[in-house]
Nanobody
Framework: QVQLVESGGGLVQPGGSLRLSCAASGFTFRPQTMSWYRQAPGKERELVASITVTDGNTNYADSVKGRFSISRNNAKNTVYLQMNGLKPEDTAVYYC????????????WGQGTQVTVSS
């Protein structure tokens, strides 16, 4: 059974930092891409950052470029999102997603972790 477990969310002041983790387990077929999405109240879920599992290519939303960094540790089956320079508009539930688009195709989501940026 596939599981994606996010951790590291919390309350932080503007300008602060947080590091989110997503521990993945249970895959029969390795995901191609791991991503972080977020959803703020009343808004649609949006892509924050993604990374390809094999070669580590990354992609970022314009709103987080230069502040957030996605990375992975394939030996630990874990993906990270380092968030620096946090702003109140970064407040959202952050979700981890595992994706595969060849052969056995799938999307799996974690349960989400709350990030609140407030003074």
């Amino acid at each position: 059974q596939v599981q994606l477990v996010e951790s590291g969310g919390g309350l932080v002041q503007p300008g602060g930092s947080l590091r989110l983790s997503c521990a993945a387990s249970g895959f029969t077929f390795r995901p191609q891409t791991m991503s972080w999405y977020r959803q703020a109240p009343g808004k649609e879920r949006e892509l924050v950052a993604s990374i390809t599992v094999t070669d580590g290519n990354t992609n970022y939303a314009d709103s987080v470029k230069g502040r957030f960094s996605i990375s992975r540790n394939n030996a630990k089956n874990t993906v990270y999102l380092q968030m620096n320079g946090l702003k109140p508009e970064d407040t959202a539930v952050y979700y981890c997603k595992a994706e595969r688009r060849v052969g056995v195709r799938y999307d799996y989501w974690g349960q989400g972790t709350q990030v609140t940026v407030s003074s």
